[in-house]
């Protein structure tokens, strides 16, 4: 059984938000659970979620292990030893931000996972990718019989008028998911690489209420073990 709990930040959509929200919810975490070690492990060759963590972060809570399409046996062995080390250490939080396209590679490290964090905007371009994406872990999960991960959806980059997402709520009824409340598109939200400063740095605006909403909801239903508790009962 596993003890810590790891959350893949993923969509085969790019530029949804994913690197985004994995250092805001990172962040969010850390400073949440000071006796907690949550760690960032940064998986896509293009770095993002590294570039922005590192000057905020110890040497020992964040890695950064690019799995391309190629050569990636040496990057797959330390995140597949890291992730599993992670998992089983009590109360430990793992976030691992993810690459755009076809998994690859990448699936067995989102099958060790307790859940998949999947961004997208409200918009069909991104939507369709998605769900195709979720039935893609439902077809896995079933095939190997396991419960997990759990998929969360998380409305990104909505209208910070929209007050109902139940097209989402519909489109979401093809898979097994659950959607998390939203994240607006504000112009805060897109501080990257230098400007990033964490979450104290937008602290007072909506996004950061918004960031605190996310990760509460992540606390109440990932890891504290609700979810888990939920699907076994199901
Ligand atoms: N809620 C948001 N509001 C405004 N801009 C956002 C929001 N979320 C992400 N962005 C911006 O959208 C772009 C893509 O986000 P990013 O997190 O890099 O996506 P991904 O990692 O999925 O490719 C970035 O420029 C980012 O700053
Ligand atoms: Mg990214």
Redesign the pocket.
Known sequence: MQSGKAIFVG?IK????????AVYLTDYLRERYATRSVMLLDTDPQG?AFEMMRPLSRADDIRFLPIGDRYDGVSMTTLDGILRRMLSQDESVTIVDTG?GKLGNVWQMAMLCSTVLV?TSMSWTDLRPTIDFIKELDDRKEDYGVLNPHVIVVP??TSPSQKNFGQLAEALEEVNAIMAPP?????I??S?GRDFHGFDAVSGTRFSDEIKRLGEFIIDYVISGELDRIYQRA
């Open positions: 969509n790019g530029g949804v938000g994913k690197s985004t929200l993002t755009a961004p990104n980059r994240i607006s598109d504000l112009s939200a897109r990257h």
